[in-house]
């Protein structure tokens, strides 16, 4: 089946600074990536799409200077995270699709912001 | 309210049958899915059904679908301590394919 995978699992930092979570489909190529925020007990929430190549789209509401979403290649999408806050404290999850496929799911990377 | 509705907890016995239920709003959905989340961990897609299938079985899990109430149900046949996570139901609208998820039901199983 098709793995996708995330690095870091999880981070701690400190307020103030950048953090770069990295998105990799492993053993297929990826045309559209997905992160989604999950907030705890919540639902899980689009923040943006990205199609390699082009500029990520955003949903309503998530700031795109804060969240920089980068899909260079058709196997790795990164989201940076930046000068983060405690309320970005969170659970990131990535997706990525091939085509019209079906999403798979990273195993998401835990946020902890002090 | 809100697009995929369902209910936070279930708890059934280990051997029983679980059945999590949803609700969704929009009668233009295209796909219809379950997903699974072990605790720290991404989501697993259990299974899909097209909105003009009512039933669709694979293995011990049946998904139902009654398109005219927007009901859709997982169930889950002789369940097992590692079916325990929380199950999130999720719709697709048009030709998008990005599922807008319900908040997600945690099932519990116990001896």
């Known amino acids: 089946g098709a793995v996708v995978s995330q690095h870091p699992s999880w981070v701690i930092c400190k307020s103030g600074t950048s953090v770069k979570i990295e998105c990799r489909s492993l053993d297929f190529q990826a045309t559209t990536m997905f992160w989604y925020r999950q907030f705890p007990k919540q639902s899980l929430m689009l923040m943006a799409t990205?199609?390699?190549?082009?500029?990520?789209?955003?949903e309503q509401g998530v700031e795109k200077d804060k969240f920089l979403i980068n899909h260079a290649s058709l196997t790795l999408s990164t989201l940076t995270v930046t000068s983060a806050h405690p309320e970005d404290s969170s659970f990131y999850i990535c997706?990525?699709?091939?085509?019209?496929?079906?999403?798979?799911f990273g195993p998401g990377t835990r946020l902890t912001v002090l | 309210g809100e697009d995929v509705e369902q209910s936070l907890f279930l708890s059934v016995r280990e051997g029983d049958s679980s059945v999590i239920n949803c609700t969704y709003t929009?009668?233009?959905?295209?796909?219809l899915y379950w997903y699974k989340q072990e605790p720290g961990a991404g989501l697993q897609l259990l299974t899909y059904i097209f909105s003009n299938m009512d039933m669709k079985q694979d293995q011990r899990l049946t998904v139902l679908l009654n398109k005219k109430d927007k009901h859709l149900s997982l169930r889950i046949a002789d369940t097992q301590t590692g079916d325990s996570a929380i199950y999130f139901c999720?719709?697709?609208?048009?030709?998008?394919?990005?599922?807008?998820f319900g908040r997600g039901t945690s099932l519990i199983v116990h001896p």
């Open positions: 997706s990525a699709r091939r085509d019209t496929d079906t999403q798979y």
């Open positions: 999720a719709e697709s609208i048009g030709g998008s394919y990005i599922p807008t």
């Open positions: 990205s199609n390699e190549g082009s500029k990520a789209t955003y």
């Open positions: 929009d009668s233009s959905s295209t796909y």
